[in-house]
DNA sequence: TGTACATCAGTGAACGCGCGTTCACTGATGTAC
DNA sequence: TGTACATCAGTGAACGCGCGTTCACTGATGTAC
C-alpha cells in the first residue's frame, strides 16, 4: 500500500470530500434537524478537520446552497415520478401534489434547509424556475394540459403558483394535530392531501360558471 | 425623589418588564431579522442585564412563543379589518388574504418566529385554532357564507385549509424575483396577490360544474 | 403609624459551550524536462 | 524512467465571539402586627 491512511483507513486526500461534505450534511439534517447543521458538525460528520471543507466551498452558506440544490433536485424528481405514473389529466395535479408534501415530510429538515436558502435570495433555485422540464414547469404544463384552451395563460401561470404555494403551506402545517380529526375522516393522511389539493386548479373563468357573480 | 434609579433614569424595579421584553424582542426582529433574536440582545434591547429575563419567562423558548403569540393576535386584527371592510362575500375571501400576505409582509421576522413556534408545537396557537372568532373561523365562516348550501360542511374546511396553506405559501414566496415579470402586468403587487388567491375558494361540486370528469 | 421581615425583581460576574473562520503547516499528486 | 518542483487538499491548533443559563447578591416592595 502506497498511500498514508488515517486511524479510519482514508487516504490523506479523499477524493471526493465535496460530494462527501453534502451528503454527510444532509445525514445530519435526517437524524438531528436544522439547528445541528454546523460547518463543524458537517467536516466532523464527513471525519475531516473543521478546516477541510474551506477548500470546497467559500463558506458555510455555499454549502447549505449546495444541500438546497441536491434537495430541489430530489423534489423534481419525486413530482416527475408522479406525473409519469398518473396519464389522467384531471388527477395528474393533486398526484403532483401529494408527492410534493411527501417528500417534505419524508425529509422535512432538507426541506426546510430547501426553502431558507431560497427565501435569502428571493428566488426558487435556478434549475427549477422557468426553464423546460423544470418541477415549476411541469405544474405549469399540468394545469395547461388540463384547462380548456379558453384559459388565458396568465391564469395558468397564477393556478400554477397558487398551486405551489398550498403545496408549500401543506408541507409546513400538515403535521399540525389541529387537523388530526379531519384525516381521520378522510381516510389517513393520504386522503386528506388529495382532498385538500383537489380543491386547487380552478379558473376564473370555471369560478364563473360554477357560483356565478359574487 | 424616593427610588434610586439605574443611569436610564429607570427605576430599579422595572413595573412591566415582561411585556418591555416582548416589545424589545419586536423591535430587533423588525431591525435585524430573526438570526439576531438572542435572549441576551432582547435583554440588552430591553435595557437589562441578562439574568433578568428569567424572572418572567422559563427559558428562551418561552419568551419566543410569547412574541409569536403577540403576531398572531395582530395577524387575526388585520384580518378581521379586512373582513368588515369588505361586506361583498365573493370579494371578502381574496380581501382576507390580501391582508394576511400584506401583513406577513410589513413584519416578515416576526411572521417567521410565529411559524416556527408552531411547528415546534405541532400546532397554531391556541387562540387561532377552532375558537369562535378566531382567524381560522373567520376564514371558514366566509367561505360557509359564500358557498352555496349544497357545499358540505367537510369541503367547507378543506377549503379553508387549502386557502390558509396558499397565503401561507404566499407570504414566504410572494418576494421571489420570478414573480416580478407577472406583477408587472397585474398591476402591481397587490393585484398580484389577489389574482393568485382568486383562484382559490372552489368547491368540488362546482368544479364538476365548470369542467366536467377528469 | 412604625417596624420587622418575607418576598419579589433586579444585578453583574461567571460557567462552559460550540460556532465560523484563519493560520502555518504538511502529505500527496501531477507535470515539465 | 527519474527527478525537481508547483500545486492541491488535507491537518490541528488557535482566534474571538455570542450564546443560554446559573449563581450569590441586593435593592425595593408589601404585609402582619
Redesign the pocket.
Known sequence: M?????VEN?????????R?LVDAARRILENEGPS?????????EA?????????????????LEAVAFVGWDALGEAMTAAKERTPDLGARMTEIGVAYVQFSQAHPALYRVMYDCSRDKDELPEGLQDKEDSAYCQVRETFRAFAGPEVADVDIELATIAAWCAAHGLAEMNSFKQFDPLKQGLGGEEGFLRAVLSHLGMFPAARAKANGPG
Open positions: 502506497r498511500e498514508a491512511a488515517t482514508r487516504p490523506y486526500h479523499h477524493g471526493d470530500l465535496r462527501a445541528a447543521l454546523s460547518l463543524r458538525a458537517v467536516a466532523r471525519g475531516v478537520s473543521p478546516a477541510a471543507p474551506y477548500h470546497h466551498f467559500k463558506d458555510k452558506g455555499e454549502l
